[in-house]
């Protein structure tokens, strides 16, 4: 026969629950039986929060992971299809470097900084067809796919920079990833890593073309300018960690020199300013990636 039975205390929040159970059919006696039991557990009183049963504690948290990198080692970024390389944390000196005479007044006095947090950075300033993969456009005034876009000003450098889950180097940065190491005022002899006035033709290149610094990168000298977070300040004496410059400013930096200067202006030091508004075609982008 058909028998219905409504437990009380049936999970922890006290809830009523129905059962519909088929059994089959039984004497008066078992019936009886099977009634006082019902009876008794329903009169059972409620489980009070104390006498809930606890929870298992919740298991801590596992440590996070730390990945090391290796300097010089690559990535490339889906946002933009560039490669990107890992440039380590460390100290050097930026300004103007020991014995060189071609120094101006804004690269001096040469100080002390400490690169705490390593990052990647654009193995090569980026391309004009990277630059249309992600914005649609391509502004540049020399049109060649693998040439590095030009006709960019800050803001729209900064943009890209962030439609690519990533942001411009701070000025720091740009000069420790330039230098690679070295304390000389370039990497190498400017004719074998660097575009400039008397090699270029009065053009950009292909960017890669020339020898890479001790990181892996392209371009840093020469080719193009490549614009930086900075707004232009004067240089301290002081050591700094991790500068960013001042919080306002007129003038944005660009660094690195370009197709359409002389050779002692593509040094690690070098210091060119611009209004963040202007255009020209031989100011680039380089990004570092998050």
């Known amino acids: 026969m058909p028998f219905f039975a409504k437990i009380q205390g049936w999970d922890q929040s006290q809830s009523a629950a129905w059962r519909f159970v088929e059994r089959p059919s039984k004497s008066d006696t078992q019936m009886s039986a099977e009634l006082v039991s019902i009876v008794m557990l329903l009169s059972l009183p409620a489980l009070t929060a104390a006498q809930q049963p606890k929870p298992a504690p919740a298991a801590a948290p596992a440590p996070e992971t730390v990945v090391a990198h290796r300097a010089g080692e690559t990535r490339v970024n889906p946002k933009d299809g560039l490669t990107y390389v890992w440039i380590p944390p460390g100290r050097f000196l930026m300004g103007c470097s020991p014995g060189d005479t071609d120094c101006a007044p804004q690269e001096q006095p040469a100080h002390e900084v400490n690169i705490t947090k390593g990052f990647w950075l654009g193995r090569t300033p980026v391309t004009q067809q990277a630059y249309k993969r992600v914005t649609g456009k391509n502004p540049s005034f020399f049109k060649?796919?693998?040439h590095p876009v030009e006709m960019v000003n800050w803001n729209?450098?900064?943009a890209?920079?962030?439609?690519?889950?990533?942001r411009l180097p701070?000025?720091?940065e740009w000069e420790y990833a330039a230098r690679a190491g070295s304390i000389g005022a370039r990497y190498g002899a400017p004719d074998e890593i660097a575009w400039h006035y008397d090699n270029s033709g009065f053009k950009t290149h292909e960017v890669g073309q020339k020898k890479p610094n001790a990181f892996g990168l392209y371009d840093m000298l020469g080719n193009v300018f490549q614009w930086v977070a900075d707004w232009y300040a004067v240089y301290s004496s002081s050591e700094l960690s991790d500068p960013t410059g001042p919080a306002s400013g007129q003038l944005r930096m660009v660094?690195?020199?370009s197709w359409d200067n002389v050779a002692k202006i593509g040094r690690a030091s070098y210091r060119g300013t611009s209004a963040p508004g202007d255009r020209n075609y031989n100011f680039g982008i380089r990004c570092v990636a998050e």
């Open 156 to 158: 729209e450098a900064k």
């Open 255 to 257: 660094r690195g020199g």
């Open 170 to 172: 701070t000025e720091a």
């Open 160 to 166: 890209y920079c962030a439609a690519v889950g990533g």
């Open 144 to 146: 060649v796919a693998e």
